[in-house]
């Protein structure tokens, strides 16, 4: 099936819930696929999963973007991806330079700061990035996708800190497993008093405007 990539004016056809289980939100992908109707940069993160599921050697996480311009926000998010020691990403934005990035960037850094480059060459500010926790290959898994694992604030941290962050991420990307992530992060979490939160929490507030 081909998958229509134009700008919808505003109108989204298909319903993201993002705390779904993984199986359910490749039932969203097929939908995507059979239907074949323009679609967003969330809906292509999601196909992009579907798409992938099979390339078990690949790890694959969200990769989520907060940028500002006239004083208005803006959300985006792609897959980044990392494979035989080189990062990239797929996805689909309005911008050619803000969706897919060849698999040839040697850390997750470089990847990001490509990002932040050409969001600026947009005019746009980059103010938060959130890298979430890799996806299960397993299509019909009950897990929901951890979106926001670590967040990175580029304009309020040095670049040697944003490199230390990205290599963190990094490390544990390539020595553990979604689950042993997940628990790090809650051990981490409860150790320092903080109530895990849903990455929904949102929710309630205003929708912000979208960048792709």
């Known amino acids: 099936a081909v998958v229509s990539t134009q700008s919808t004016g505003g109108c989204q056809f298909f319903e993201i819930r993002k705390n779904r289980p993984l199986c359910r939100l490749m039932e969203v992908a097929k939908t995507i696929m059979r239907e074949a109707l323009p679609i967003?940069?969330?809906?292509?993160?999601?196909?992009?999963?579907?798409?992938?599921?099979?390339?078990?050697?690949?790890?694959?996480?969200?990769i989520a973007f907060r940028s500002k311009?006239?004083?208005?926000?803006?959300?985006?998010?792609?897959?980044?991806?990392?494979?035989?020691?080189?990062?990239?990403?797929?996805?689909?934005?309005?911008?050619?330079?803000?969706?897919?990035?060849?698999?040839?960037?040697?850390?997750?850094?470089?990847?990001?700061?490509?990002?932040?480059?050409c969001y600026r060459d947009c005019c746009h500010t980059v103010d938060r990035i959130k890298l979430g926790l890799p996806v299960s290959?397993?299509?019909?898994?009950?897990?929901?996708?951890?979106?926001?694992?670590?967040?990175?604030?580029?304009?309020?941290?040095?670049d040697k800190d944003f490199t230390q962050h990205c290599d963190s991420f990094s490390r544990q990307l390539r020595g553990q497993t979604a689950h042993q992530m997940k628990y790090a992060k809650q051990s981490r979490d409860h150790a320092n008093g903080n109530r895990p939160h849903s990455d929904n929490s949102d929710s309630s507030k205003k929708p912000l405007k979208n960048s792709r």
């Open 137 to 158: 290959h397993d299509k019909q898994s009950m897990e929901s996708i951890l979106w926001k694992y670590m967040v990175i604030r580029p304009g309020r941290i040095s």
């Open 40 to 62: 967003k940069c969330l809906e292509a993160v999601v196909l992009a999963i579907y798409l992938t599921s099979e390339l078990t050697g690949v790890n694959r996480f969200p």
């Open 69 to 117: 311009f006239e004083g208005e926000t803006y959300k985006h998010i792609v897959l980044g991806v990392h494979f035989n020691g080189r990062f990239g990403a797929l996805g689909l934005s309005r911008r050619s330079t803000l969706m897919y990035k060849e698999l040839r960037f040697k850390t997750l850094a470089e990847l990001l700061h490509q990002y932040i480059s």
